[in-house]
């Protein structure tokens, strides 16, 4: 996983990530890891990010098909405070509310 962060604070901050859809690991994780690390709180005490979207449906939302097509588009919902806008390129913003 890969980020940076932009602005003062975590309160106050729009952070990027990038997400590889070819690589290991799920993009459902990758955003819940980074709001616990934003928030300085243990995965385990945030919602499921379950009560906000479908994890399964985000994680294969954009993965290619056999002849490694991508399909173009972008996602918004929000989770913990965050608005999460997740494109098919594999760049998320999370946008503190």
Same mark, same amino acid.
């Given at each position: 996983?890969?980020?940076? %962060? %932009?602005?003062?604070?975590?309160?106050?901050? %729009? !952070? !990027? +990530?990038? !997400?590889?859809? @070819?690589? =290991? /690991?799920?993009?459902? $994780? &990758?955003?819940?890891? *980074?709001? *616990?690390?934003?928030? @300085?709180?243990? &995965? $385990? =005490? +945030?919602?499921? #990010?379950? $009560?906000?979207?479908?994890?399964? *449906? #985000?994680?294969? +939302?954009?993965? /290619? %098909?056999?002849? $490694?097509?991508?399909? *173009? /588009?972008?996602?918004?919902?929000?989770?913990?405070?965050?608005?999460? #806008?997740? &494109?098919?390129? /594999? &760049?998320? #913003? +999370?946008?503190?509310?």
């Amino acid at each position: 996983m890969s980020s940076s %962060t %932009t602005g003062a604070t975590a309160k106050q901050s %729009t !952070h !990027h +990530l990038h !997400h590889e859809w @070819n690589d =290991e /690991g799920w993009m459902s $994780d &990758q955003i819940v890891e *980074a709001v *616990a690390a934003y928030e @300085n709180e243990d &995965q $385990d =005490e +945030l919602p499921p #990010l379950s $009560d906000s979207i479908n994890p399964a *449906a #985000l994680d294969t +939302l954009f993965e /290619g %098909t056999d002849d $490694d097509a991508t399909m *173009a /588009g972008c996602v918004t919902f929000s989770y913990y405070g965050y608005t999460v #806008l997740v &494109q098919s390129s /594999g &760049q998320i #913003l +999370l946008k503190r509310k």
